[in-house]
């Protein structure tokens, strides 16, 4: 339990939160990030460290680990606390003068909140298998890869039709010793070029596509897994040999408490004014995937602008009687 005061509180430490602390921080702002996980990074670490991102400025494609290494050592200067491993719980107060609440029972003061919490907590969506809870606490069942190698020499079943399910199957080409991927129908909702890679991988015979089926059953002893059952839409069964099967079947959602806190969501997300990203309570911002307005992208670069829109719209909240006479960070360089 920690008791903490600073300018902005920022809740999420995803990528557009922890950009939110350099452009607070370049603003002479104090942050605390809080964050559901126990590291930096949000979906970047938990779900893709070894996936890469192709749509960062100046990065023709880097990792997602990578992307947050990158982004704690730019925050590194400004010397941000960090209150990971919980959730935020309660919002009182008004701007200038709010209070937060953890489920660590921290208190959080802060002049000004920034929402940069994704979608919210997160899971997966899990498939409805007997005896699914033995496999996934062995291993053999797993909703994230967070280290391709884990894979190596393994037999695979790749369950999903959408980006991560397409991105996985090729990802895990000439590490895991077979793919299969099991999808119902026999379009994917995936990037084309993607698609077009796995549809020329399974023409090779690299990927075995058993398509149209569900997931029917899982086969083992021990947690160990020996086989995938599947059905096709006539309920015919068959048998898929495989030591791992992965589940993308998408993510659970939970906004939680920020449900409660009158924000004016809009299907599970938060409306903002565009020009300064406040939301319908004055002093709370939001950046990144939990925000919406007219023309928003869900792309980590138009997080990192959102970013530096709230920061500077917070400022005078921060310092009222101070004008913000702004500066290129070519010209000011980092604060000390």
Not at 83 to 109: I, M, N, P, Y
Not at 112 to 132: Q, S
Not at 188 to 217: C, G, N, W
Request: net charge negative.
């Amino acid at each position: 339990m920690e008791r903490i005061s600073a300018d902005v509180a920022i809740i999420g430490a995803g990528p557009a939160g922890m950009f939110a602390v350099f452009e607070c921080g370049m603003l002479k702002m104090s942050c605390v990030l809080i964050d559901a996980l126990d590291e930096l990074g949000g979906q970047c670490v938990a779900l893709y460290p070894e996936k890469p991102i192709y749509d960062i400025p100046a990065h023709p494609g880097i990792e997602g680990g990578a992307l947050i290494a990158k982004l704690e050592e730019q925050i590194a200067p400004f010397n941000c606390a960090k209150l990971l491993g919980r959730q935020v719980t309660g919002l009182s107060g008004a701007a200038g003068d709010f209070t937060l609440t953890t489920s660590a029972g921290d208190e959080v003061k802060a002049k000004a909140v920034i929402l940069a919490a994704g979608a919210g907590a997160f899971g997966p969506n899990r498939p409805p298998l007997d005896g699914l809870e033995a496999y996934e606490a062995s291993g053999a069942v797993r909703y994230y890869v967070k280290k391709r190698e884990d894979l190596r020499g393994k037999r695979v079943v790749i369950a999903g039709g959408g980006d991560s399910a397409v991105d996985w199957a090729l990802a895990l080409q000439g590490i895991a010793a077979s793919i299969a991927v099991v999808h119902r129908r026999p379009k994917f909702r995936a990037a084309p070029e993607s698609t077009a890679q796995l549809d020329a991988l399974a023409a090779e015979s690299k990927v075995e596509m058993v398509i149209p089926y569900q997931l029917h059953a899982l086969h083992g002893a021990g947690g160990a897994l020996e086989a995938v059952e599947v059905a096709d839409l006539d309920g015919a069964t068959k048998h898929l040999p495989a030591d791992v099967l992965l589940p993308f079947f998408g993510l659970a959602m939970e906004l939680g408490p920020i449900n409660d806190w009158g924000l004016g969501l809009e299907k599970s997300h938060v409306a903002v004014t565009p020009y300064n990203m406040q939301t319908s309570l004055p002093g709370v911002f939001a950046v990144g995937d939990i925000c919406t307005y007219p023309g928003k992208l869900k792309l980590i670069l138009q997080g990192f602008a959102e970013g530096a829109m709230a920061a500077h719209a917070i400022y005078p909240i921060v310092n009222p009687d101070t004008a913000l006479h702004f500066e290129y960070s070519t010209t000011k360089g980092v604060p000390g």
